[in-house]
Every structure is written in structure tokens, then in C-alpha cells.
């Protein structure tokens, strides 16, 4: 089967490696048919986030078939459509046992596309307690952002808005951008998002939960959202890493900034702000205890339209044109904003008409 190795930065390649089979009882052994790119996969391959170990198959956000299971498997079989749960722990270390399995001590080795193989692959390997059957009518192109949104999930369980009509920003309209927005609505709040990008910005308000709004900018937003160009600013998601120093001046008292970007960024503040005003500056990247669960729940029920936040399926074979489209260029050794209408990219390594 082809596989798509990460090497070094800007070095990735496809290779052809042999087929996985079940090794233990337990084993599940899944046809992938889609796997989203991430932003840890965008700053794995620029170099931005060097964390991967090199030889290793990158990807984790994905869904398939499964081809072969071990002989103690009784809860999925063979033919099943399942999602799969990238994010394995131990459940004996502190970490496990205080509900922090993102942080789990042992998890090196495990972590899908980073220091185990992923996705990208034809087939990946993993135990039955992380996959989970897809409904019949359930695409496997939207459970394949199950694993983003709980990501977006245990985000937003660490955000406690003061009111409901908390003046509340999602600033970037990318997967976790929009997934937010929805996320924050089906909470009671009323997003606004910020995008730079005119074509990002064009596809994303176009998938907007009813009575949310995108801008190019945070004075535009204010203007025409709120009618203030003076518009407090009481809750901000910023997908970008950047902002912190910018926006935290103009946070309201009791506001919370939370930053999920994996973007390297030295910001100062004044601590002083921070307590007179009641402030909280949090950051959040991965799922939490049951985050999976609560995701696969939104998309298999419908009250999120993860589909529709797809904008392109590429083959395996094809994974620089899928890269490209979140504006990371590999072979021109370039990363930087994404000049196209794009969103959810998905790698499609049976192709794209599965």
C-alpha cells in the first residue's frame, strides 16, 4: 500500500510499505477511505511545529471501512464504517487518572501521525476501543471531522461567557474556526468571525449557523455587527496564535481570551490588566475526556454540518495539490496564508469517488 512519510521539513514523500494486518486480539485494522489535513499536519510538514519523528505515516483525522479484526473483537466487524479516535492513552498515568488523557505521559509512540503511523496510508492500524460505527446515514466524509470537533469540543468546555450575550469573536475561518462558531451557537452564544482571507472569507459565510455574520476585519465587524466601533470584546477564539498582545488591551472586564493556534508567537501582557480587570487567557489544542464521544454525537445527530465545511477531496497521490489549498506549498518550501477558497481538505487515498 502507498503511505505518505514525513522525513524531515519540506521532505515528505509517498513510499510503498507493506499492507497492515491484525497482530493481537484486539487489534482493528481499518480500509481508510478519507483523512483530513490539520494544522498539526500543515506545521509538521513547514517545520512550525517539529514534533513528528521522522519515518513516521502522517494523518490522523479519519474515517474507512474495516478490513480485518482480531479474534477477541466483538463490538465492531469486518465491512463496519467507523471513525477513528487518533488519540489512544494509557489510562494508569496522573495525567489519565485526572482527566487530562491529551496529556497522557505515555502517550509517545502512540499518537497517530506524530510518533505512531497514521493515515495517509491505505490502511491503519489500531485497537476497538477508538473506532466507532457510523450510522448508515452519515457520510464518512463528515465523521472524518469528528476528531477536529472534539478538539473544538474541549475548547469550548474550558470557556464560561459571563452572559450568553457575551460580545463574543472567532478570529480565522478555517476548520476549527467555523467548528467553533458552531459549537459557541449551540452553546447560546452568537459568534462573530474575523477572516482576512477574501476567499476563505467568502466560503465560510456561507456555512454560518443562523444568526451569525464573518467580516474582514475586526473594525468591520464592529461596525456593522454591533453598531460600535467601539464594540467590547468579551470573548476571543483565535485560531491564529497571533492576537494575544493586540486584542488583550481591549478586553472587556471579565472577558476570556483563548488561544488554539500552534503558531510560535512571544506575546507580552500587562499583568496588572489581567487581575484589576478579571481576565483569562487560556489556550486548548486537543480532546479531553469524552470530547470523541460528545463530537461523533453532533455529527451522526446532525446538529453539526461538518460536510458542508469540506472543500476538497483529493487522492493520496495527489496530496501536494491538498496542501497547497491551506496554502502550504511543499515543494516551493512556503507556508503562509491560503489564497483560495478552502476549508476541510480531505486525502482520499482509495480516491475520490469513495
Known amino acids: 500500500m502507498k503511505a505518505l512519510k514525513y522525513l524531515s521539513p519540506w521532505d515528505v514523500e509517498l513510499r510503498e510499505v507493506p499492507d497492515l494486518h491484525v497482530t493481537g486480539d484486539d487489534d482493528v485494522v481499518v480500509d481508510v477511505k478519507f483523512c483530513g489535513i490539520c494544522g498539526t499536519d500543515l506545521g509538521i510538514v513547514s517545520g512550525s511545529y517539529p514534533v513528528a519523528v521522522p519515518g513516521v505515516t502522517l494523518g490522523h483525522e479519519a474515517s474507512g ?3 480485518e479484526v482480531g479474534a477477541g473483537v466483538t463490538t465492531v466487524a469486518v465491512g463496519d464504517r467507523v471513525v477513528i479516535n487518533p488519540t489512544p492513552y494509557c489510562g494508569r498515568c496522573r495525567m489519565c487518572q485526572t482527566q487530562r488523557i491529551n496529556h497522557c505521559v505515555n ?3 502512540t499518537e497517530s501521525g506524530v510518533s505512531y503511523d497514521g493515515a495517509y496510508a491505505g490502511r491503519y492500524r489500531t485497537t476497538s476501543a477508538f473506532v466507532h460505527r457510523v450510522p448508515d446515514d452519515v ?9 477536529p470537533l472534539s478538539c473544538v469540543v474541549a475548547g469550548a468546555r474550558k470557556l464560561q461567557p459571563p452572559s450568553l450575550a457575551a460580545n463574543t469573536y472567532v478570529f480565522g475561518a478555517g476548520p476549527l474556526g467555523l467548528l467553533y462558531t458552531w459549537v459557541l451557537s449551540l452553546k447560546g452564544l452568537t459568534p462573530v468571525v474575523v477572516e482576512h482571507s ?6 465560510a459565510r456561507d456555512r454560518l449557523p443562523d444568526g451569525t455574520a464573518a467580516y474582514a476585519s475586526l473594525e468591520e465587524a464592529r461596525v456593522k455587527y454591533f453598531n460600535d466601533p467601539q464594540a467590547p470584546i468579551d470573548i476571543v477564539v483565535d485560531t491564529t ?3 494575544l498582545e493586540d486584542l488583550f488591551p481591549q478586553m472587556a472586564c471579565g472577558g476570556t481570551y483563548m488561544s488554539i493556534g500552534l503558531k510560535e508567537k512571544t506575546a507580552s501582557i500587562d499583568t496588572m490588566l489581567l487581575a484589576d480587570r478579571s481576565l483569562s487567557v487560556i489556550g486548548s489544542i486537543d480532546s479531553l475526556h469524552g470530547s470523541f464521544v460528545e463530537a461523533f454525537h453532533l455529527i451522526t445527530t446532525g446538529r453539526i454540518p461538518a460536510e458542508r465545511l469540506v472543500s476538497h477531496v483529493v487522492p493520496l ?3 501536494r495539490t491538498g496542501f497547497a489549498a ?3 506549498d511543499i515543494d516551493g518550501r512556503r507556508f503562509g496564508p ?5 476549508c476541510k481538505v480531505l486525502i482520499a487515498p482509495g480516491g475520490v469517488d469513495e
Open 338 to 342: 491560503a489564497d483560495q477558497a478552502s
Open 241 to 243: 496564535s497571533m492576537l
Open 139 to 147: 457520510s464518512l466524509q463528515a465523521a472524518a471531522l469528528t476528531e
Open 198 to 203: 477574501p476567499a476563505r472569507l467568502e466560503f
Open 107 to 109: 502517550k509517545h509512540g
Open 326 to 328: 491551506l496554502g502550504c
Open 65 to 67: 471501512v474495516i478490513a
Open 317 to 319: 497521490s495527489d496530496f
